[in-house]
């Protein structure tokens, strides 16, 4: 353990009262201004850095690590998902590696709503009309969506996150069903009146909506491939706010253009910010940037998490939200 204080990069700019906090602990570099790293500069920040506090724009693979200095010991991530970073290669350096769970979980279920309303209901649609001045009055068969009483929502990933979505979407009376490695608890299965479906394939069959809530990994890269992707419904709806690589964009592009596929509600991407194109122009689906978790009080909790971690390694001890390779 560095004696002193800790060395600590920021790689973005975080909120103020995270920043003027971390200020006041640490010998701390932040970012400014906000935007992402090149390679050469995140590969100085670990060179010369006790601490990195990274984001998900930073790719930390096994060829970064090894630009890291003798003095990094703790990556301490600024979010829930670490598939940016190389936790084997990590652990392998002796670099603890540490994330933000469970704060996020409210605010990203209540997108998962909002993105289901928006492409049910098609908002975007009627936005668009009165943002250009086109409105021509109310019709009866106007703009006309879908009721989601009723609706049965297959939530793929039956974490903190999906157990969320499953509370607000029985609130819209929907019929809760999931899939998942491991079945829950009885109990907690009847808390939101949940019904379990050991076969993925099943269970996509047979719902009108999809919402991916579980993360990205080996095991689930593309687990909604083009076979998946055709048992839905030509009604059916998928949304995803987890991590894009979960759902292979170029089959459900094919499929939503061929009218196999009701709609898309997306807010991941598979390539980042690199949006396909095939999804841009088409009416039925509803694209955001990354915003599942955008709320101050969210960032400010992660950066409550972050400082925790980094205190309690610089006391000494084991970060409370270290993470290990195949425990996600």
């Not at 996509?204 to 593309?222: E, G, K, L, Q």
Request: aromatic fraction near 4%.
């Amino acid at each position: 353990m560095p004696s002193g204080r800790l060395s600590v990069v920021v790689t973005r700019r975080l909120p103020a009262a995270v920043e003027t906090r971390m200020t006041e602990l640490f010998d701390v570099s932040l970012r400014d201004p906000d935007t992402a790293m090149t390679p050469d500069e995140l590969a100085a920040a670990m060179a010369g850095a006790d601490v990195l506090v990274p984001t998900i724009t930073d790719q930390i693979d096994a060829a970064m690590l090894a630009k890291a200095g003798p003095r990094l010991k703790l990556i301490a991530n600024y979010g829930a998902g670490v598939d940016n970073i190389d936790l084997a290669t990590a652990r392998s350096r002796g670099i603890l590696v540490s994330n933000t769970p469970g704060v996020l979980t409210e605010d990203t279920a209540d997108m998962v709503l909002a993105l289901i309303l928006a492409v049910v209901r098609r908002i975007p649609e009627g936005l668009a009309e009165m943002q250009a001045g086109a409105w021509p009055g109310w019709s009866p068969m106007a703009h006309l969506g879908g009721r989601l009483a009723g609706r049965r929502l297959g939530i793929l990933g039956m974490g903190r996150i999906g157990h969320a979505v499953a509370r607000r979407a029985r609130a819209f009376g929907m019929q809760i069903h999931y899939h998942n490695r491991r079945r829950l608890r009885p109990e907690a299965e009847a808390e939101v009146e949940a019904t379990w479906w050991e076969s993925l394939d099943q269970m996509v069959a047979r719902m009108d909506i999809i919402s991916v809530n579980c993360p990205h990994t080996p095991s689930t890269f593309h687990l909604m491939n083009a076979r998946r992707l055709k048992l839905m419904k030509p009604t059916a709806v998928i949304v995803n706010t987890s991590r894009g690589e979960v759902v292979d964009e170029n089959a459900l592009a094919r499929g939503l253009r061929a009218g196999e596929l009701g709609g898309a509600g997306l807010d991941v991407f598979e390539n980042g910010p690199e949006i396909n194109p095939h999804l841009r122009d088409l009416p039925n689906v509803v694209l955001l940037p990354h915003m599942g978790s955008a709320t101050l009080e969210g960032r400010l909790d992660m950066g409550e998490r972050v400082i925790v971690n980094i205190k309690t390694f610089a006391d000494g001890h084991r970060p409370p939200d270290q993470v290990v390779p195949g425990m996600l």
